[in-house]
């Protein structure tokens, strides 16, 4: 960890670039290096007064007595600070600093020959070395202050020495703590952001590399990627100036919440990365939490934790994905990305690599028609031996955890694609539709559509009789990359539906920038019978202003039926038609779908 502690930026009220140059030590000072210098400084000056006071001739003017006791207690104080440095406050330090000065000074005062006065007056440039190196340019300036005065007292004090001797230590010791003060504060600024004062992406990517290549055992550090989900539209709406402004604020706030151990680091544009030392993913998701609620700005959040084997990007990329669920599902939350057990992880890699993972249909029937099929909807199937109470719903949500989404649905769709051939064959009469639930994970991608294509053009069904489902709540509307995915399916004749409507946060303003076909109706709508009227009559004239086909979800009595056939609404799925099935079981003559959907022999496995 000492190597994480190394690169941690405190920052104390980050409101104005020159607070920041005259308040804040260069980003290298961290308290490792703070004690090894002045360890090293004690250690000097106490090996130089041994040697001295040894060598000292016999009758010289200096005390020989003081000068060895000066010179073993400074000794003692570099090993002391080596130890124990680290733990040392930066005011400590200084203090530590200025007491090597006085022991300087004294040692300087009782040199046996003027010579030696002289020769010893050169390590004041190293005190001023040390304190510009590890201090703010207040701090080193007081020290400063505090040094010249004594390193001329100690010259001057020789009566062998003339007042101008003291002109030289003085000079140098200036001109060295000036240069050393701006070499290293330009070399730090490459680690930090000049806005915000925080580390940049590349101070947190040296943080992050310090934890990955720490020696000993695997860290428990916790790592959290914010993202503000209104700076977009404050920028574009406010201007640049509006949009900095948010960004400072959002860091004050932060720093003003964070213990001593944390790195928080500007991690581009609106983004910011926080590593937590010593903390578990429940307590970061708490701490996360407490961060988004200190800001004025909504903000969404992804979580991780370092697992061993983890490099650097991979450990990033994590907390990436949970940053992205967050947003995709809703943004202003924090979303853990290690929600899932490892274990049905591995079980389900395993199963998509030997092509076990099922897929079942439900009819979607056309009761204009008769209830006559027009189309099905693919649903997932798979049991987990290591979580046998998994749900369809929560095997997307470990896919999408562990990255296996992409692999999941494209499984799920070249099976679909195939299995609609067979389904098209036995239902000569009709060009059935084949329905597929897409993750908005999935959608991101950038090969997503073309992936699409490929799939359904090597299975041989037509991309007009495919709908991708995609669910209301997770896409967010403003992603140009799903949108530009979905618009490049829509030339090639594939509808889009979005899936669940009405249920959690519908907006009209995401209906109508997303480039849709079909509106499908989630079942708590229908429900309730009561309630359902009002809501459906106005949900049937929205579909029709937007020119969407309105299908009804989770249709179970027929009372609902009544219901969609008196407002017109012509297609449902629901049990009342069939429950999800397998391939054969719908394509058994002898069981047609959507004539006894209560017979339990045609129930579904899962
Ligand atoms: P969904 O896309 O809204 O699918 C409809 C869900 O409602 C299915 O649950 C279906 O079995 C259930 N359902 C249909 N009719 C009725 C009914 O009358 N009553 C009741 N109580 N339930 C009914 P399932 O199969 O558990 O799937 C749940 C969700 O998981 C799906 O909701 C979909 O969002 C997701 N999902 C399923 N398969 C896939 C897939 O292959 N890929 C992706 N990305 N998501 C999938
Ligand atoms: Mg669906
Ligand atoms: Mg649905």
Redesign the pocket.
Known sequence: MTGLRSLVVRRTGVLSDIRLLVGAPPALATRPIMARIAAAFFAVVGVMGIVVSSVIPEGSTGNRGILLVGAIISVFTGALVLALGRYLSAPAHAGLIAFATVVLTYMLMEAPDPVVTMALSCLYPCIACHAAFVFSWRSAAGLAAFALPLCTFGVTSRPELAWWAALLPVTSTVIVGTGVAILSRVASEADIDSLTGLLNRRGFDRALTAVTTAPGAPPKVAMVLFDLDEFKTTNDRLGHRAGDTMLKNVADRWVQQLGRDAVLARYGGDEFGLLLPNTTEAEAIEIADRMRAAIATDCSAGVTSWRQGDTASLFVGRADIGLYRAKATGRNQTMLESSQRPAVVTELRAALESGTVDVHY?PIVDLAGARRTVGY????RWSSSEQPEL???GL?TIAEGSDLIGEL?RA?LHRACSDANVIQRATPDIAIVINV???CLELVRENYATNVLRIAASTGWPANQLVL?V?ESELAADSVQAIAQLQKLRRAGVRIAI??FGSGYSSLNRLAALPCDVLKID?PVISDIRSARPMLTAIAALSSAFELELII????STEQEELLSELGISRA???LYGR?QSLDQITTPTAPAHNSPTNPTRRSRL
Do not use: C, F
């Open positions: 439900q909807e693919a649903l997932v749900t369809p719903s997307i649905g799920v639930n897409v993750s489902e669910t899936d669940d079942r979800e989770g249709i179970e799925q629901g049990y999800p």
